[in-house]
T-cell receptor
Framework: NAGVTQTPKFQVLKTGQSMTLQCAQD?????MSWYRQDPGMGLRLIHY???????DQGEVPNGYNVSRSTTEDFPLRLLSAAPSQTSVYFC????????????????FGQGTRLTVV | AQRVTQPEKLLSVFKGAPVELKCNYS??????LFWYVQYSRQRLQLLLR??SRESIKGFTADLNKGETSFHLKKPFAQEEDSAMYYC???????????FGTGTRLQVFP
């Protein structure tokens, strides 16, 4: 059971380059999200999706695009990388408890450490 | 506005000492509160949630709606408790998790 898988684990980009961070989950979770983790700022929500075909912005969406064509995959795209996007990126997935509406555990990927020079 | 505040960036204690990691929140409605932990070189994982009212690895957390707090406590810290701890909240009708800035716990031998 792989859970949430992120690729790559490490990446160095030059300013202005574009790239896609991949996230895949095999738990059939409806909800997926992307966070960035920066020292002293905790985890901040970039974008999230409540199901295939539905995405929405989080707290810090600028400079990032997402799409959700399947339940399993939720890629994060950097269109033109900037040094301010140097961070560790985490993907997470979860599904609400059936019937109760109570939120269940979020499962996280191992992270992608991105450096923009 | 939804917000989670963890006032301590770093908490250092000796093995066997009590630990309390503070978490305060602001939320209009009834939130669900969580503690997530990230051990060195491991992915972020759920430690406990208030709705379960359980003790995990000796840790407990009580939701105090009057003080809007959800402090994490352990009576006797162990070296393996050293990690980054994040308090988080979500609304009943949403899966969006809002995280605090995290507290690094260091337990010395």
């Amino acid at each position: 059971n792989a859970g949430v898988t992120q690729t790559p684990k490490f990446q160095v980009l030059k300013t202005g380059q574009s790239m896609t961070l991949q996230c895949a989950q095999d738990m059939n979770h409806e909800y997926m999200s992307w966070y960035r983790q920066d020292p002293g700022m905790g985890l901040r929500l970039i974008h999230y999706s409540v199901g295939a075909g539905i995405t929405d912005q989080g707290e810090v969406p600028n400079g990032y695009n997402v799409s959700r064509s399947t339940t399993e995959d939720f890629p994060l795209r950097l269109l033109s990388a900037a040094p301010s996007q140097t961070s560790v990126y985490f993907c997470a997935s979860s599904t609400p408890t059936q019937g109760s509406g109570l939120n269940t555990e979020a499962f996280f990927g191992q992270g992608t450490r991105l450096t923009v020079v | 506005a939804q917000r989670v505040t963890q006032p301590e960036k770093l908490l250092s204690v000796f093995k066997g000492a009590p630990v309390e990691l503070k978490c305060n929140y602001s939320y209009s409605g009834s939130p669900e509160l969580f503690w997530y932990v990230q051990y060195s070189r491991q992915r972020l994982q759920l430690l406990l949630r208030h709705i379960s009212r359980e003790s995990i690895k000796g840790f407990t957390a009580d939701l105090n709606k009057g003080e809007t707090s959800f402090h994490l406590k352990k009576p006797f810290a162990q070296e393996e408790d050293s990690a980054m701890y994040y308090c988080a909240l979500s609304g009943v009708s949403t899966d969006k998790l809002i995280f605090g800035t995290g507290t690094r716990l260091q337990v010395f031998p």
